[in-house]
């Protein structure tokens, strides 16, 4: 009999497997997306043969063999379902999960995006320089693409396009969430400005849900020049460090996390600046790091915290703990936390 430690040797040296061909994994769940295999399930109305699913690959010739074995690795993962049609012996039908859901191009909700953006080699390259960052400091990103991403950004409108798409996929998600168990936090906001608001995405379907607001989209002159007109929206290009446009209300999506401690500072101090002192607030839409997560999300907010390790000058996921110090040190009275059923918590600080 195998002594415990010999086992526990050997839990480990799976264990490392599994790590090293999880990256596979991702290439699949990538080669799925690319070839739009939710999508051609889904118009179907139901499970299909690899030979239908090959039918809607955008290719004269597809490889039959080469998607069955995709497919067979992804039915292992719980991104589609399989069975025999009928049962003994009839073929095989490939249909769609809860997981699979998600990767539906034009479904209301979908990961289509964010799965582009992740897998694309301009935001891989970053990641393979987290050693050298531990060594020197610095960014990935600049290790591996010569500048920051911000600069990166505005001179190469295509990456700008997958990063801003990825950013507004997770638009309608945290939406929902927010009409869920945030309802009556944006009942009695009157005009609140989108401070990094992208194209104005996230800001138009508070206005949508909530008409009597006054919308206001602040972004980087290069990102709202590209911005489309939105009902109820208005745009300003302009920078957060400078002046931040007078509300009731400021709302702030995955933008402090790009950031260090001493600039979202700066942010938050333009912020209480921008909002009334009696009543006022700011919605952060932020991780709330846990070391012990039993959450449905698991670990996912360390490995984003390595990627704003990666990506940005400063930029980091913060606990609890660090909201709180941040928030007291750019001179808010208190803030609370709210649990919404994203990635993301709602941290609302009041300026008294
Ligand atoms: C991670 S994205 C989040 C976008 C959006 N809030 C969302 O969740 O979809 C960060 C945003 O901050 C914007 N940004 C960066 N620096 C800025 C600045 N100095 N002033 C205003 N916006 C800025 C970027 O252009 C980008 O749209
Ligand atoms: C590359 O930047 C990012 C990568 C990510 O994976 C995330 C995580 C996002 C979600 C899980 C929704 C990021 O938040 C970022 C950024 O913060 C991106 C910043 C950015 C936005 C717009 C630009 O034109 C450039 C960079």
């Known amino acids: 009999m195998e002594s415990k430690e010999s086992m526990a040797l050997l839990q480990g040296q799976a264990e490392i497997w599994q790590h090293l061909y999880g990256v596979v994994d991702s290439m699949a769940l990538k080669c799925a997306v690319e070839l739009r295999i939710a999508d051609i399930i889904h118009s179907h109305g139901g499970p299909i043969t690899l030979r239908q699913i090959a039918l809607g690959i955008d290719s004269p010739s597809p490889h039959i063999p080469y998607l069955a074995r995709i497919m067979r690795l992804l039915v292992r993962k719980n991104i589609f379902t399989e069975h025999r049609h009928p049962p003994d012996g009839g073929e095989t039908l490939y249909g769609l999960t809860q997981t699979s859901r998600w990767l539906l191009r034009d479904a209301e909700l979908s990961l289509v995006p964010m799965v582009l953006m992740r897998y694309h080699p301009w935001q891989l390259a970053p990641l393979h320089y987290l050693s050298h960052c531990v060594k020197e400091g610095g960014t990935g990103f600049k ?37 869920d168990e945030y309802k009556d936090g944006l009942g009695c906001v009157g005009s ?47 920078d957060m460090f400078d002046v931040i446009p007078n509300a009731d209300a400021i709302f702030m999506k995955w933008v402090l996390h790009n950031w260090s401690d001493e600039h979202c500072m700066k942010i938050l101090k333009n912020c209480r600046n921008a909002i009334p002192k009696k009543g006022g607030k700011v919605i952060i839409v932020d991780v709330v790091l846990e070391k012990e997560s039993t959450d449905l999300f698991g670990e996912t907010p360390m490995a984003l915290d390595l990627c704003m390790m990666a990506y940005t000058a400063g930029g980091k996921e913060r606990t609890e703990l660090e909201w709180k110090k941040l928030l007291e040190e750019a001179g808010f009275g208190g803030y609370k936390i709210f649990k919404i059923p994203t ?5 609302e600080a009041y300026p008294d």
């Open 343 to 347: 990635l993301t918590s709602i941290i």
């Open 143 to 179: 290790k591996a693409h010569g500048c920051e991403i911000w600069d990166f950004a505005s001179k190469n409108p295509e990456y700008n396009n997958i990063v801003n798409d990825a950013m507004a996929c997770t638009t309608k998600i945290v939406m929902a969430a927010i009409l």
């Open 192 to 238: 609140l400005v989108d401070v990094g608001g992208g194209t104005g995405g996230m800001i138009a379907e508070i206005v949508n849900a909530y008409p009597h607001i006054k919308g206001i989209n602040l972004d980087l002159p290069h990102v709202v020049a590209i911005a489309p007109e939105r009902p109820g929206v208005s745009h300003v290009g302009g």
